[in-house]
């Protein structure tokens, strides 16, 4: 069974989300997420959870959690939300840098996924349109 890791900022709003997208398309995968920094047990912002719940899933019991070695070991693909968060994670985890890729990059296109942290619920809504976009071009590697 695949593991797959997703990694943002401070883990509160687009890896959360990625994270609930994927385990409902794919409930046979691990899927968790993690922040480079994290404000660790923080819940997930506000309009993240509203949008997951819309789409059948909830953040009600996600907590931030932040990035480390113990993770990444139990990961088989670990998927940044962007290039930075990517060039961080080789930086620190070089002995990772083969399973870290920016979601992007692992679905083959070149944008990076929008962070819609204090924005409205359409700046939201628009983040979890381009990552079920993303997740859909990807399923098809991961299990």
Avoid: W
């Avoid at 997703?6 to 994270?19: D, H, I, K, L, Y």
């Avoid at 920094?37 to 959690?65: D, N, P, W």
């Avoid at 939300?81 to 060039?87: A, F, I, L």
């Avoid at 083959?108 to 819609?116: C, F, H, L, N, S």
């Amino acid at each position: 069974m695949t593991s797959v890791l997703f990694v943002c900022t401070g883990n509160t709003c687009r890896s959360p989300m990625a994270e609930a997208l994927l385990k409902k398309a794919n409930p046979e995968l691990t899927v968790r997420s993690a922040g480079i920094q994290a404000m660790v047990g923080a819940s997930a912002a506000k309009h993240s959870r509203m949008i997951v719940r819309e789409k059948g899933q909830s953040l009600e019991q996600h907590t931030s959690t932040q990035i480390n070695e113990p993770l990444l070991d139990k990961s088989d693909v670990v998927l940044t939300m962007t290039r930075s968060h990517r060039d961080v994670l080789h930086r620190l985890y070089p002995e990772y840098k083969e399973r870290i890729f920016t979601l992007s990059e692992f679905g083959e296109t070149d944008e990076e996924v929008t962070d819609p942290i204090g924005g409205d619920l359409a700046e939201y809504r628009t983040t979890a349109e381009q990552l079920e976009r993303l997740l859909q071009k990807i399923q098809h590697k991961l299990v």
